[in-house]
């Protein structure tokens, strides 16, 4: 980890091996930046070339722009993070059909969101943890119907895309997820739940036509100071496997929202 010092116009290394993966693993990780300039960091370990050997979603923090880290009860860690020392937002086992690398929000108070998605029982559902008062919990969103199997190297072609989240607070604690899902067309998707009342999340199609295998990409700057949700849209295609296809070009897009879809009913 490197920070740029303005004043000096230099970058100075913080950490030449933050996360430790001991010669064994590697960590995918995410991060995200909340009001307060804390830095939350969260990863999936995986033990293998092989994408089913994906497990387990980890956590810290860093209050001080990455120069020293801690779990989220407020403990320091040793550096480096390896898999022995590392706080767990979740325990998943490998042969899940865990993905890697996704995103994460934090709300008014600065708790952490992580969005994944994983089998649980016969079904690939998306799946939210997150910190309430101090504790860890995790909301299986349950509106998905079909399972599939992650496992082998390389790029993979996947039903769904990774999940992006992020939350809106004007009314009540709304979270969003957003995703591009087979079940539903290969369309962009958002998904809505009010996490202050006891109700299903509800969907609703933001594209009329497929993009593919269109990963989420939105301004997340610009939705943090804001709340519009700007995003960047391109129907493109993935081959199994590192393989490739003959195709042609197709149109950028940005999709605008100065203000977020209503969800009155729920439209899955």
């Known amino acids: 980890m490197n920070h740029y010092d303005i004043a000096e116009a230099k970058w100075f290394a913080l950490h030449s091996n933050l996360i430790d993966g001991e010669e064994k693993r590697n960590a995918y990780w995410q991060s995200y930046v909340d009001h307060n300039g804390t830095i939350h960091l969260s990863w999936v370990w995986r033990e293998s070339w092989d994408v089913s050997t994906n497990h387990d979603i980890a956590y810290a923090q860093s209050k001080d722009g990455g120069k020293t880290w801690q779990k989220s009860d407020g403990s320091l860690y040793d550096l480096p993070i390896t898999k022995g020392s590392a706080e767990y937002a979740a325990i998943i086992p490998q042969n899940s059909s865990l993905i890697n690398q996704t995103a994460m ?76 899902d087979a079940e539903r067309g290969s369309k962009i998707v958002l998904a809505s739940r009010d996490f202050n009342k006891e109700e299903s999340w509800k969907l609703t199609d933001l594209t009329a036509v497929s993009v593919g295998d269109w990963e989420p990409n939105f301004d ?45 009913t729920h439209e899955n």
Do not use: M
């Open 220 to 264: 997340k700057e610009l939705f943090k100071k804001t709340g519009k949700l700007h995003l960047f849209v391109q129907q493109v295609n993935q081959v199994d496997g590192e393989g490739l296809q003959n195709s042609a070009p197709t149109p950028i897009k940005i999709l605008e929202y100065n203000t977020l879809p209503e969800f009155t």
């Open 105 to 180: 929000t934090t709300d008014s108070q600065d708790n952490p969101y992580i969005a994944n998605y994983w089998n649980e029982g016969d079904t690939t559902q998306f799946h939210v943890v997150y910190l309430k008062n101090g504790q860890w919990q995790t909301e299986n969103t349950a509106f998905r119907t079909t399972v599939f199997q992650l496992g082998g190297g390389g790029t993979k072609k996947i039903p769904i895309s990774r999940p992006e989240i992020f939350i809106g607070e004007s009314t009540g604690k709304r979270l969003y997820l957003l995703f591009r």
